[in-house]
C-alpha cells in the first residue's frame, strides 16, 4: 500500500501563495490517482483537487477553481498543491490521499469522493491571515 507524506503548510497572508507536496513511497505510486483534501475546523473534509496517474486529467473545487493547480512528478513519487490567491477562507489542515481504483477519466463525482482513496497523510496545517 502507498504511505504519503505532505509538507509545506504554513502562515500565509491572504493574497499570497504557498506550494504543498506529497511524497509517496511504494513502486506503483506512479499508477495511483492522487487528491488533496482539507478540513476545517468543525466542518467536514472536502475535496480540493485531484489528478490522474499520467497528470493529464485533474478537477478542482470550485472554491480553488482558477486559484490552484495541481501537479505530479513521477520520477520523484511527488504530487504538488500551488495554491494562489489565498483567502482566509482555505485554512484549513490539507491531507493528501492515493486511490488505487480511481481511472483516469473517472468523473468528478469519484474524484471528489472520500471513500475512493485508499491511503491518506497525516495533514499539514495551512493557515491564511486576513
Known amino acids: 500500500q502507498v504511505q504519503v507524506v505532505e509538507s509545506g503548510g504554513g502562515l500565509m497572508q491572504a493574497g499570497g501563495s504557498l506550494r504543498l507536496s506529497c511524497a509517496a513511497s511504494?513502486?506503483?505510486?506512479?499508477?495511483?490517482?492522487m487528491g488533496w483534501f482539507r478540513q476545517a475546523p468543525g466542518k467536514e473534509r472536502e475535496f480540493v483537487a485531484g489528478?490522474?496517474?499520467?497528470?493529464?486529467?485533474?478537477h478542482f473545487a470550485d472554491s480553488v477553481k482558477g486559484r490552484f493547480t495541481i501537479s505530479r512528478d513521477n520520477a520523484r513519487n511527488t504530487v504538488y498543491l500551488q495554491m494562489n490567491r489565498l483567502k482566509p477562507e482555505d485554512t484549513a489542515v490539507y491531507y493528501c490521499?492515493?486511490?488505487?481504483?480511481?481511472?483516469?477519466?473517472?468523473?468528478?463525482?469519484?474524484?471528489?469522493?472520500?471513500?475512493?482513496?485508499?491511503?491518506w497523510g497525516q495533514g499539514t496545517q495551512v493557515t491564511v491571515s486576513s
Open positions: 489528478i490522474s496517474a499520467s497528470g493529464g486529467m485533474s
Open positions: 511504494g513502486r506503483t505510486s506512479s499508477t495511483y490517482v
Open positions: 490521499a492515493a486511490s488505487r481504483g480511481l481511472m483516469e477519466y473517472s468523473f468528478y463525482g469519484a474524484y471528489s469522493a472520500i471513500a475512493s482513496y485508499d491511503s
